[in-house]
């Protein structure tokens, strides 16, 4: 069973989701919330939404039905239009996630820098096991056939906490804890700590992704995020950086 994690700049982004935000006015065209409310309106037509915030996604099997990237829609005020599931094809994906994940720079206003706004996205409404969702690259009829999206969602974010399983033949995987740098006795010392950040640096090199600032990458592992993953060819060692 081979996962799929997440492109190594974007986890940082894809924590828990934002609150605070104002609510969308009662029937917003954007807005999950409006779709759910008069789901007959909505059933098997396309709708636009700005996607604010990606919640954490979990992992995806490569035999999996399908992935699930759970979104918190909303117009372009940034009012919030409530959370829904995505569905899609699991090679899809990763590339799903690091796009959204990312804000759309807008124009320079005041010299001061691009101000961003959220991406669009269009995909077709469709209620799954009475759950509403939206089908991104699947069909509805194929649809039918699958477990309730927040099953699916719920199982994503199981393989997390199971333990990523290697990817690569004869490879074995790791944790790496970088709370238990400098702690007596644990293996995590700061010359291995070393060692890993630039070997994931010559994979974001690699890969045209732009690389980790420290503090970002620390953050990030504080926040919660316990697959990013550094390959370690010498050993033959898929590395799961964690934070516990």
Aim: hydrophobic content about 40%; glycine content about 10%; proline content about 5%.
């Amino acid at each position: 069973m081979r996962l799929s994690t997440l492109p190594l700049w974007c986890l940082s982004a894809c924590l828990a989701l934002a609150a605070g935000r104002p609510a969308a006015k009662k029937g917003d065209p954007l807005a999950a919330d409006s779709w759910r409310a008069a789901a007959a309106n909505f059933e098997g037509k396309t709708v636009k939404t700005n996607v604010l915030e990606v919640s954490e996604p979990g992992l995806v099997s490569g035999d999996a039905p399908a992935a699930v990237v759970r979104i918190e829609t909303g117009n372009d005020r940034d009012e919030t239009g409530g959370l829904i599931f995505v569905l899609m094809p699991p090679d899809r994906f990763q590339d799903f996630v690091a796009n959204f994940s990312q804000r759309q720079l807008g124009s320079n206003r005041g010299g001061f820098g691009a101000l961003s706004k959220a991406k669009t996205l269009s995909a077709t409404y469709a209620t799954i096991k009475g759950e509403g969702a939206l089908l991104y690259g699947i069909d509805a009829k194929d649809a039918k056939t699958l477990a309730k999206p927040s099953e699916l969602f719920a199982a994503q974010l199981q393989l997390v906490k199971d333990g990523a399983k290697p990817t690569k033949p004869g490879w074995t995987a790791k944790e790496f804890n970088v709370a238990k740098i400098g702690s007596a006795g644990a293996p995590e010392t700061a010359r291995e700590w070393e060692r890993l950040q630039g070997l994931l640096a010559a994979q974001t090199l690699a890969a045209k992704q732009p690389r980790w600032k420290s503090k970002e990458l620390l953050d990030a592992l504080k926040g919660g995020t316990t697959h990013l993953t550094v390959e370690d060819p010498a050993a033959k060692v898929e590395w799961t950086l964690v934070w516990k």
